[in-house]
């Protein structure tokens, strides 16, 4: 009798794979995003239909979205690219996993690495910085945004891996 391991859906994917597959693709509807994320999140690989944040050194937003109903879903974070506050830290963290979302992707910082690390999410931002948001209570949900350079809006699906993140109009 042999054993076999199931995966789930969400880990029978590569992004070299689907970046292979799309490589011809001219009509910007397969997207990469730039190398430049970081892992922090307690698992590597994830996917997900997208919903967006879009503040800046404020996470009021975040904080919303992830003691919401994941659902499954990506948490996409436009943060400007700001590395003097930290949008997510040990706590809204262990909100995304217990809520259910897949992952959480933030052009911007995270704080309580360690918490992250422990965290049953996908977690990915660009550096970690102690220093904690001022809560104005600004932001947007739910609006396209653009990381790096690359658009990602709302219903997208968001597939990332150790090589990398990519986006895509539906789920594969």
Not at 29 to 49: I, W
Not at 131 to 157: C, L, S, Y
Request: aromatic share 6%.
């Amino acid at each position: 009798m042999t054993t076999e391991t199931v995966l789930p859906e969400a880990a029978k994917f590569a992004t070299c794979d689907l970046c292979d597959a799309h490589k011809h693709d001219t009509s910007g509807a397969f997207r990469v995003l730039a190398p430049v994320f970081k892992n922090f999140g307690g698992l590597p690989k994830f996917s997900g239909p997208v919903t967006t944040v879009k503040c800046f050194e404020d996470n009021s937003q975040v904080k919303a979205a992830v003691e919401s109903p994941g659902q499954g879903s990506v948490l996409v974070v436009d943060g400007g690219g700001s590395l003097q506050r930290a949008l997510l830290g040990g706590n809204l963290g262990a909100a995304a996993a217990k809520n259910g979302w897949a992952g959480v992707v933030i052009d911007g910082c995270v704080r309580d690495v360690a918490e992250l690390a422990q965290a049953m999410v996908g977690i990915r931002a660009l550096a970690a910085m102690p220093m904690p948001t001022e809560k104005r209570h600004e932001g947007q949900r739910d609006i396209p945004v653009q990381i790096k350079g690359v658009w990602v809006r709302p219903g997208d699906w968001l597939y990332a891996d150790e090589d990398g993140m990519v986006v895509m109009p539906a789920q594969i």
